[in-house]
């Protein structure tokens, strides 16, 4: 009913506009001829028809000055409304905008939650070996101080980060189970994050603020052994305050020298 009602309350106004626009032309019209009956009638003379018509010299300028007058103030109005149309164009783009990165920050989030949970699901089925008795975080965190110790009790006395990580993927490769795809699923969580335009920078280290939480001091110096010789991941990690190498080696240093 309301759509109907609108429609008519459209189409009286479309008619109403049209009877307006035919009587503005016809009124002058229908003047200049009304004029012209009643000057023919009181003025029989022409000469004299062109000398009372000649006293309407003056109000003919000043009429034309008036008309000059409201072509200027019609493209005065013209510009207001452009004006202020551009101001309603800009703030529907800016509502798009917004809608659009709304819908982006909802799609992020559902894959980057997603990314968490399998995350979870990663660390309870890392293990040692075929058995379950040494899994999970307690293995994680396990591999950075067995490497630190074995790097510390080489025949050569290397206590570095290079011998560390030898040792971390020899244990990730001769005993533990899935336990690389735990290294490489950070890596995609920190990238997929790092990769989305639609987020700033600020944004982008909030995300990975919350990630890092989920993951422990002890797992973290692990993730900075095996990542420790990336150079396409470490700045990455340092961009989003993930792991801050220059940090990460004076705790690598300092558990090297207590062993």
């Known amino acids: 009913m309301n759509h109907i009602f609108f429609k008519e309350v459209s189409e009286n106004e479309k008619k109403l506009r049209v009877g307006w626009v035919i009587g503005l032309f ?75 990165k709304t819908m982006n ?41 067995k490497s630190i110790s074995m790097a510390s009790r080489d025949g050569h006395g290397l206590k570095t980060i290079t011998s560390a990580r030898s040792h971390l993927l020899n244990f990730l490769e001769t005993e533990a189970v899935t336990g690389i795809s735990y290294y490489d699923h950070i890596a995609n969580v920190i990238n997929f994050v790092n990769d989305s335009l639609f987020l700033s920078q600020k944004e982008k280290v909030q995300y990975i603020k919350f990630y890092k939480a989920m993951i422990s001091p002890a797992e973290m110096k692990s993730v900075f052994l095996y990542f420790s010789q990336d150079s396409l991941m470490l700045p990455v990690f340092e961009q989003l305050k993930f792991i801050i190498p220059s940090e990460a080696r004076q705790v690598f240093v300092e558990d090297a020298q207590r062993n």
């Open 26 to 100: 016809l009124l002058p019209l229908a003047i200049c001829i009304l004029f012209g009956f009643i000057l023919s009638i009181l003025i029989s003379e022409p000469g004299d028809r062109g000398t009372f018509g000649d006293m309407f010299g003056a109000i003919n300028t000043l009429f034309s000055g008036l008309a000059f007058a409201g072509i200027i103030y019609t493209i005065y109005q013209q510009g207001t409304e452009l004006k202020l149309q551009r101001i309603e164009v800009a703030k529907t783009n800016q509502q798009l905008e917004d809608q659009a």
């Open 105 to 145: 920050i909802q799609r992020f989030e559902n894959t980057f939650f997603q990314l968490t949970a399998m995350h979870q699901e990663i660390v309870n089925n890392v293990r040692k070996g075929s058995y379950n008795s040494y899994e999970g975080r307690a293995y994680i965190a396990s591999l950075s101080s």
